[in-house]
């Protein structure tokens, strides 16, 4: 059974700080990798998508990396700021539609 | 692109009553999904939906659930009846079958159950 673990659980940290938010997963059978961010009382927006083939995704100051072979991604913000201010969730699918979520980083940008 | 619409935003309910949750699809998009969230769970997947066919209801927690999709371009998410422990938000997502499998959300409706 997959499971997905994401360190650390929350995070503080000074505007202008590059940051690395972890994601693992058990069960390296699988077909892709997508980042989300979670606003207080919002859904889900979709941030970075990376294939098992991929090795990583950039989008503005967001990067993703993917290491199928050891069962982790990782998110990396540039130059955070505190708009960046939100919950951070990883989640995996396998070969079925369905994506097995992480529990999430907190993340707290202070000016 | 309108996204994922979901109604209703909020729902105060009463214990034993029925609560009907709705949701359309981005248009084009052949798979649903619906999700549940709190807190101690985190977000657990319920049940999908390809080509409004259901393929895996094995989230769904008990026999008072139940979801249905009708048309490529709506779906319900039935409670009957409520109890308190389903009080959460309810995310519904949906995709384009294609080379990403991409997830595009709704805006979720919290649900409280009293």
């Known amino acids: 059974k997959q499971e997905v673990t994401q360190i650390p659980a929350a995070l503080s940290v000074p505007e202008g700080e590059n940051l690395v938010l972890n994601c693992s997963f058990t069960?390296?059978?699988?077909?892709?990798l997508q980042w989300f961010r979670q606003d207080p009382g919002k859904g889900l927006t979709s941030l970075l998508l990376?294939?098992?083939?991929?090795r990583e995704q950039t989008s503005g100051r967001l990067n993703a990396s993917l290491d199928k072979s050891s069962g982790r991604s990782t998110l990396y913000i540039a130059a955070s700021q505190p708009g960046d201010s939100a919950t951070y969730l990883c989640?995996?699918?396998?070969?079925?539609?369905?994506?097995?979520f992480g529990t999430g980083t907190r993340l707290q940008v202070f000016p | 692109d309108a996204g994922v619409i979901q109604s209703p935003r909020h729902e105060v309910t009463e214990m034993g009553q029925e609560v009907t949750l709705r949701c359309k699809p981005i248009?084009?998009?052949?798979?649903l999904f619906w999700y549940r969230q709190t807190m101690m769970r985190g977000l657990e997947l319920l049940i999908y939906?390809?080509?409004?066919?259901?393929?895996?209801d094995s989230g769904m927690p008990e026999d008072r659930f139940s979801a249905k999709m009708p048309n490529a371009s709506f779906s319900t998410l039935k409670i009957q009846p409520s109890e308190p422990r389903d009080s959460a938000v309810y995310f519904c997502?949906?995709?384009?079958?294609?080379?990403?499998?991409?997830?595009?959300f709704g805006p979720g409706t919290r649900l409280t159950v009293t």
């Open positions: 990376i294939q098992s083939s991929q």
């Open positions: 989640a995996v699918m396998g070969n079925t539609d369905k994506l097995i």
């Open positions: 997502a949906s995709s384009r079958r294609t080379n990403s499998y991409e997830q595009y």
């Open positions: 939906f390809n080509n409004n066919v259901p393929i895996d």
């Open positions: 069960d390296s059978a699988i077909y892709n």
């Open positions: 248009s084009g998009h052949n798979s």
